[in-house]
Nanobody, 129 residues
Framework: EVSLVESGGGLVQAGGSLRLSCVASGLNFDVYAIAWFRQAPGKEREGVSGISPSDGSTYYGDSVKGRFTISSDNAKNTVYLQMNSLKPEDTAVYFC??????????????????????WGQGTQVSVSS
């Protein structure tokens, strides 16, 4: 059985940092790509970043480039999202998701959420001004 479990969210002041973790079980990291999405109240789910754990290639959405870093520890089947210089507009529920039907990590940026096969339950990130 496949499961994704996120953790690491919380309340932080603007300019602060958080590190989110996504622990995957039942997944083969050589096959799946992992992405982080976020969803703020009243807004659509937005792709934030993605990684191919097999080769470490990554993508970042324009709104987080230079501030967020995605990485993976394949021995622990875990993907991390280090979030620095947080802004109030980063406030959202953050989800990790896994997909097998993908070509390049860059393609994840435009892949709609419904094409991702597995999702975690989400973790709340709140940034105060």
């Amino acid at each position: 059985e496949v499961s994704l479990v996120e953790s690491g969210g919380g309340l932080v002041q603007a300019g602060g940092s958080l590190r989110l973790s996504c622990v995957a079980s039942g997944l083969n990291f050589d096959v799946y790509a992992i992405a982080w999405f976020r969803q703020a109240p009243g807004k659509e789910r937005e792709g934030v970043s993605g990684i191919s754990p097999s080769d470490g290639s990554t993508y970042y959405g324009d709104s987080v480039k230079g501030r967020f870093t995605i990485s993976s520890d394949n021995a622990k089947n875990t993907v991390y999202l280090q979030m620095n210089s947080l802004k109030p507009e980063d406030t959202a529920v953050y989800f990790c998701a896994a997909v097998t039907d993908w070509t390049t990590v860059e393609s994840l940026e435009t892949m709609p959420p419904y094409e991702f096969e597995y999702w975690g339950q989400g973790t709340q990130v709140s940034v105060s001004s």
